[in-house]
């Protein structure tokens, strides 16, 4: 997402007015009160009832974990084996009886219970630790929540990989990890390193994620029929794709590729620059990701690293992408994308963009193809040839109308 439009997102959040909020004064009130009724000593020596669920006891560490502080971020989607052991039935055995929610905890309640309980606290002491956090047995939600929880300010209060991934994919940003607890500091470092957002605590950069980009759409199946159909169903998770450049060759125009005019009613004019906003972001993205893979993968991790998502922070360059070939030199990189799989029959170019492929040597067009799947595709050419090719045909479609008025 470039700057410009990440602005506007945040001048549309009334930021003051959630801070201030009853609710936010509230939940910051529940989760310090949390926090000071479970210590490592408390969590330590509580009792089977006094930590699960199923025994109508709102006094109990999960249900004031799940529900009492529901707003702080919901879990109650999946079923109670997510706490390690719970009081409840399974399946078709309709017997209200203490359970074990995952064998690896032990193979009777009580060797459980102290098993989860140790987890709990692994989790509370090692909050720097990476892959302490990764490995520890405890369900990713009840984990991603209990460490918001003791650790506002370092984990994020949103713990699903489907809304994580949905937030990260709608801010085009890098993440090369399937864990949550990675995800959410994706999230975190890019808000401490946002002028505007860093000094904002975790709830009301949640807030302003569901705000700015709502929750996730249901899957759609194929990306290309949901785009078709007016709409687009989840990307696939950034981490997920892989990547593949191929080498297309232009072929003549044939003379029923003359001009047509479609008129478009407002409604769809609006559906279509969203998509194409999406599909675009997610281009350079990956045209990103690329980029810092190829020179990595051959020895030049030190040029990889410098690789710069240009449009990000600036619209006027004239190219999306600042890279290096391997010789050092800087290369610039304008990405156009479609979710089509066949290629691109047309693209739009600015006339900055022009002037700018037409002055720099080493300027490149990098096509993306299939953009919203998991294997997209990157025909890369270079500018000034691809531009001067008899093979293909310019048409100019807008006008700059000057004027001046007086009273």
Known sequence: MKISELREHQAFFNYKEYVNSKESKELLKLRKRFV????IEKIRSLSLDEYVVGKGLKSS?????????????????STARKFGV???TLGDDKNKKYRIGKHSF??????????VKEQIIELIENKRDLETLKKNNLSPMFKGKILSLYYPDEFLNTFSFVYLDHFINNLSLENNS???????????DFKKHDEVMKDWNTITFNQFLYDSFGTPKNDLGNSYEALQNHTIGNLPPIESIKIEEVDLSLKTLSSESSKRHI???????????????????RGELIALIEQRKYLKDRGREDLSKKVDHISRHDD?????????????????????STSNPAGFKHFFISKNELLTAQEKENYYIHFVHDTCSKSPKIWKVKGVDFLNNEKIEKEAI???????TEQ
């Not at 000071?36 to 210590?39: G, H, L």
């Not at 399937?178 to 975190?188: D, R």
């Open 61 to 77: 560490f999960c249900y004031r974990i799940e529900t009492e502080l529901n707003l702080w971020g919901n879990i109650h989607g």
């Open 86 to 88: 719970y009081y409840g």
């Open 36 to 39: 000071k009724d479970y210590p």
């Open 178 to 188: 399937k864990s949550e607890i990675v995800k959410q500091k994706v999230l975190l």
């Open 398 to 404: 807008s006008f700059k109308i000057r004027f001046r």
């Open 316 to 336: 006027s360059a004239g190219y999306d992408i600042k890279s290096f070939d391997l010789r050092g030199n800087e290369i610039y990189i304008e990405v156009k």
């Open 263 to 281: 008129r478009e009613n407002k409604a769809d004019f609006i559906e279509k620059s969203k998509r194409n906003k999406i599909v675009g972001d």
């Open 106 to 115: 032990g193979s009777n309640i009580k060797e459980a219970f102290i098993n």
